[in-house]
C-alpha cells in the first residue's frame, strides 16, 4: 500500500512558475513509476508526466514538453513536477499517481487527493 500526498499548488499569474510535490509513503517508493495528472473543471482527467523508478525515463504530454519536468528523489520518497511558463489553461487539480514499472500513461494503482492549481490571465 503507497499513500501520497501532494503539496505546492496555488495561485500564480499566466507566465509565472509552481513546483509541485508529492510525497510518499511506505519503503518501496523506489519501485514504483510515479506520475501527475490533472483535471480541470468540467473536463476528463488527463495524463501530464512520469518517471520510471530509476529516474531515468521522465515522459511528457504534448502539453507539458518544453515547460514542465518531472524529477524524483527516491531518499526522499519525492516526487516532484515543475512547471514553467504557466497558461490559464493549465488551471486544474493536480494529482499524483504510483503504479509498476510497466505503466506510463494509465495503469495507475494508488492516487493522491490532488493540489489546486490556478492559473490567473
Known amino acids: 500500500q503507497v499513500q501520497l500526498v501532494e503539496s505546492g499548488g496555488g495561485l500564480v499569474q499566466a507566465g509565472g512558475s509552481l513546483r509541485l510535490s508529492c510525497t510518499a509513503s511506505?519503503?518501496?517508493?523506489?519501485?514504483?513509476?510515479m506520475g501527475w495528472f490533472r483535471q480541470a473543471p468540467g473536463k476528463e482527467r488527463e495524463f501530464v508526466a512520469s518517471?520510471?523508478?530509476?529516474?531515468?525515463?521522465?515522459y511528457l504530454s504534448d502539453s507539458a514538453k518544453g515547460r514542465f519536468t518531472i524529477t524524483r528523489d527516491n531518499a526522499k520518497n519525492t516526487v516532484y513536477l515543475q512547471m514553467n511558463s504557466l497558461k490559464p489553461e493549465d488551471t486544474a487539480v493536480y494529482y499524483c499517481?504510483?503504479?509498476?514499472?510497466?505503466?506510463?500513461?494509465?495503469?495507475?494503482?494508488?492516487w493522491g487527493q490532488g493540489t489546486q492549481v490556478t492559473v490567473s490571465s
Open positions: 499517481a504510483a503504479g509498476g514499472p510497466e505503466v506510463i500513461t494509465t495503469g495507475y494503482n494508488y
Open positions: 511506505g519503503r518501496t517508493f523506489s519501485s514504483y513509476t
Open positions: 518517471i520510471s523508478w530509476s529516474g531515468g525515463r521522465p
